[in-house]
């Protein structure tokens, strides 16, 4: 069988890495899914399913020399392709690859560029997530089959690696049709006769073994017959035992079967199964090993010995400076530290020493109580939960869930250095890290100095605690740090934005127009000023084209949903920490050094869209996109991972480009990054390109054309393109085909025009008849394309020559309505464009002779 573009894995192919390669397809439509040896599960589920799964096929029916693309899911080694080994390692054959396992190199066979690596706990999720972000709809097998590669690779969601990613990629499965008694079934597969044979001595043979205090059971043995499923056993026996870290070796013909378990941050299972040339992630891994059984468990007794890894401590996630008020501050003071920091609590000092705590929750009573100005004293708790900075996160855990108010006071010699509150233990749990917009900033004198925000301001100030939080958000902080002398103003609410934003327009004499769909509205207020509402959210995609289901979030994760850090700051509008800047991102050092940032690897691969949207924030605001978002923008392109881009979307974001004040400079960028011909192979943003639009814009100014600049950039890059291409791109682009008859007209007629001006000598009337049909695009840019003197006459003189005469005159003169009509009154312009009419008593006398040589003929 020949194919030319192949989907492969490693061999003993389990659920994650069958269910990526699933999900590859879609990213890879032409591709075959190539499968060599298969867990029995998986292979059990491509039987019964092989009719509906008809473009896997298997590795040995391939032609390998026939292959020009290998997309590898989940194999950093070429050696675990098996027979694709050598296909991998030809550097004639191009390769991508999709890995989850940690480390952010790629192997020496993969182009740097050529690589998507994540750290969700399944790699399924992270392929999931860039469906969702196209919007590309799975069958519900195939959403069936996403479903058991996340539960298979996360525990069903109880590994330590598993992400909030994970869990929203299994609601989409099931929002798309993944089967929960087809996942019952194939996740927990019963044992066979001789797996129960075999597990039953795999116990027998169990060894505790010490690894720097971490205990790993070892088991070892041979077996006289093949049996499949060893890792299968391998669940069961961490099922059984409770294992903390497991290794199980089984030679059987001739090969030992290596599968590694680990439940601990100190055991990386994936490291020892690499000592052996295998491979996995820190809490599965496996290998398949030719050699003695003994050796083979020496080499293993060695990579546990360096194996332990210094597991995460108090004094890498606590939070610091540790702000903390004394005994006699007030009340207020301390409600206002928590207000301006965002903190649900804080401790109580006195000379340096913690000697109680408070929380928010009280400080509120307090306050409801007229206690403002109370010492804090009268309302503390004197029960503090601490730890040292060597307190290890897994203790850390059982603190911080055990406090009341969920935060531990973290103390060097008595002394308090920091603060793990649950904030910062769900952050180091889910990945994410504080960023330095942590730090306390305020941006409320430069809110104060925009009169035009002086009526919002007043009214969200009258308003009160309405809402948890109200905030300026992305794009408004973004011009408002530039220092934009106007911008548009989008607010964000935790709670219900709705109900807030006509409590807003009420306070402001405006008008409010609510989507419920989405959680938003519109306020418009004073001389058309308005302003976008939304609620802090999340948003997900059920299916094509579908309008997003938003869910709600708070503010960190409602900015960490959006595209560049420039993008994803906040300030607070509320009294109690008005002006304070929320970065989590560093979003305002990016904008300050100039460098235009990405918030995650997967964001040009989820939304290819952002890489046209990078280049027009490049070219309006002087920006670069740093080395790594720029290196992650080219990948996306030159994987092939841009998909169709034609669509409404990318259209939205060329259109804004090239009416964007930069856009000579970002067709340049276009160029640079390839992103151009990954729209369509024939398009060009070259230097030629961006000199003829900047002629284009330049004479559109002196002529004063009205004619947008969005339709003379697309006929400039589609200027190589044939008739029939461009009507096909602009149709897929969703362009309307009255600006597309414009555009193809630009790109097919102009270069006619050029010709035909270059090598004949027109009358006036002739150089209209060419240039009207078209006008003002293609006429214009065949202008740019050449300063030809009968072109800027047409533009400056002939275009605008019309006749002082109509049809209602020839009637009069006895021509009743026909076609006729149209052909006396073509003559008669032609004439006078060419000098031989002059005013309208020519053009009756002229009229007449016409309708009298009609009537003689």
């Given at each position: 069988m020949r194919a030319e573009e192949i989907i492969a894995t490693h061999g003993n192919t389990d659920f994650d890495a069958f269910a990526a390669m699933l999900a590859a397809r879609r990213l890879y439509p032409n591709a075959l899914v190539a499968v060599g040896a298969l867990n029995r599960n998986v292979r059990d589920f491509y039987r019964l399913h092989a009719e509906e799964l008809e473009h896997v096929v298997e590795v040995s029916r391939l032609e390998l020399n026939a292959i020009r693309r290998l997309i590898v899911v989940e194999a950093r080694s070429a050696s675990r392709l098996g027979e694709l080994e050598a296909v991998a390692l030809d550097p004639a054959v191009a390769k991508a690859l999709f890995d989850h396992h940690g480390d952010e190199t790629p192997p020496d066979w993969v182009e740097p560029g050529a690589a998507v690596l994540s750290a969700d706990g399944a790699l399924t999720t992270t392929l999931v997530g860039i469906l969702a972000e196209r919007e590309l709809e799975p069958t519900p097998l195939e959403a069936t089959a996403f479903a058991l590669g996340i539960h298979e690779d996360t525990g069903s969601l109880t590994y330590p690696t598993t992400t909030q990613r994970d869990v929203d990629a299994l609601a989409w499965c099931l929002r798309h049709g993944a089967r929960q008694d087809l996942v019952a079934t194939y996740l927990h597969v019963p044992l066979q006769d001789e797996e129960r044979e075999l597990l039953q001595h795999l116990l027998e043979a169990i060894e505790p073994l010490d690894a720097d205090g971490d205990e790993v059971l070892l088991a070892a043995l041979r077996w006289p017959q093949y049996v499949e499923g060893v890792s299968n056993l391998a669940h069961k026996i961490v099922d059984l035992t409770d294992a903390r870290a497991l290794v199980l070796l089984v030679e059987m013909e001739g090969r030992v079967f290596v599968v590694v378990r680990s439940r601990t941050e100190r055991i990386d299972a994936a490291g020892i199964a690499e000592t052996l040339g295998g491979g996995g992630h820190a809490q599965a891994a496996s290998a398949i090993v030719r050699g003695d059984l003994e050796g083979i468990r020496a080499r293993v007794l060695g990579a546990l010995a360096r194996a332990p890894r210094e597991p995460r401590r108090a004094r890498d996630l606590m939070s610091r400076p540790a702000r903390v008020v004394a005994p006699d501050d007030t009340v207020q003071q301390a409600m206002t530290l928590c207000q301006r920091h965002g903190q649900s609590g804080v401790f109580v000092a006195s000379e340096g020493r913690v000697v109680g705590s408070v929380s928010r929750e009280d400080l509120d009573?307090?306050?409801?109580?007229?206690?403002?100005?109370?010492?804090?004293?009268?309302?503390?708790?004197?029960?503090?939960?601490?730890?040292?900075?060597?307190?290890?996160?897994?203790?850390?855990?059982?603190?911080?869930?055990?406090?009341?108010?969920?935060?531990?006071?973290?103390?060097?010699?008595?002394?308090?250095?920091?603060?793990?509150?649950?904030?910062?233990?769900?952050?180091?749990?889910?990945?994410?890290e504080p960023g330095d917009g942590d730090a306390e900033e305020s941006l409320a004198d430069e809110l104060r100095r925009h009169a035009a925000l002086d009526p919002l301001l007043g009214a969200v100030a009258a308003l009160g605690d309405r809402a948890d939080g109200v905030y300026l958000v992305g794009g408004t902080i973004r011009d408002l740090l530039l220092g934009e002398p106007s911008f548009d103003v989008d607010i964000a609410v935790e709670g219900d934005a709705i109900a807030f934003a006509r409590e807003l327009a009420q306070a402001l004499g405006g008008r409010v127009t609510p989507h419920e769909k989405f959680g938003t509205a519109v306020v418009q207020y004073g001389d058309d000023d308005r302003m976008d509402v939304v609620t802090t959210r999340t948003e997900f995609y059920d299916a094509p084209g579908a309008l997003p289901t938003v869910e709600r979030a708070g503010l960190r994760e409602d900015l960490l949903r959006r595209d560049f850090t420039i993008n994803a700051m906040a300030v607070s509008l509320a009294a109690g920490d008005f002006g304070r800047l929320v970065d989590p991102h560093g979003g305002r050092a990016d904008l300050e050094a100039g460098v235009l940032r990405v918030l995650h690897n997967l964001s040009f691969v989820d939304d290819p869209t952002r890489i046209f949207r990078a280049v027009r924030y490049e070219a309006r605001y002087g920006l670069r996109l740093d080395d790594h978002s720029a290196r992650l923008a080219r990948s996306c392109i030159e994987m092939g991972l841009v998909g169709d881009l034609s669509s409404a979307r990318l259209r939205d974001e060329l259109v804004a480009l090239l009416e964007d004040s930069g856009a000579v400079d970002g067709i340049l960028r276009l160029g640079a990054l390839g992103a151009d011909r990954a729209v369509h192979p024939r398009l060009r943003a070259d230097d030629e390109g961006a000199e003829l639009f900047r002629r284009a814009l330049e004479l559109r100014s002196e002529l004063e054309l009205d004619v947008p600049a969005w339709r003379l950039g697309l006929a400039v890059l589609g200027r190589e393109l044939t008739s029939d291409e461009a009507y096909d791109w602009l149709e897929r682009l969703k362009v309307r085909r009255r600006d597309g008859d414009r555009v193809v007209g630009a790109i097919t007629v102009a270069p006619r025009i050029v010709d035909r001006l270059r090598d004949e000598t027109l009358d006036r009337a002739q150089v209209v008849l060419l240039a009207d049909s078209y006008a003002p695009d293609a006429p214009l840019l065949a202008l740019a394309r050449e300063e030809l003197p009968e072109l800027r006459e047409y533009f400056t003189l002939l275009r605008d020559v019309r006749l002082e005469i109509d049809g209602g005159d020839l009637a009069k003169l006895g021509l009743p309505e026909s076609p006729r009509v149209g052909e006396v009154l073509a003559e008669l312009r032609r004439r006078k464009l060419n000098g031989e009419l002059d005013g309208r008593e020519s053009e009756l006398a002229a009229a007449r002779e016409l309708l009298a040589a009609l009537a003689e003929a």
């Open positions: 009573k307090a306050l409801g109580h007229a206690l403002a100005h109370a010492p804090v004293r009268g309302i503390m708790s004197g029960r503090v939960v601490t730890a040292s900075e060597e307190t290890t996160l897994r203790e850390l855990q059982s603190l911080v869930t055990g406090a009341s108010d969920g935060r531990v006071a973290v103390l060097r010699d008595d002394e308090l250095v920091g603060i793990v509150s649950r904030s910062d233990l769900l952050r180091e749990l889910e990945g994410v």
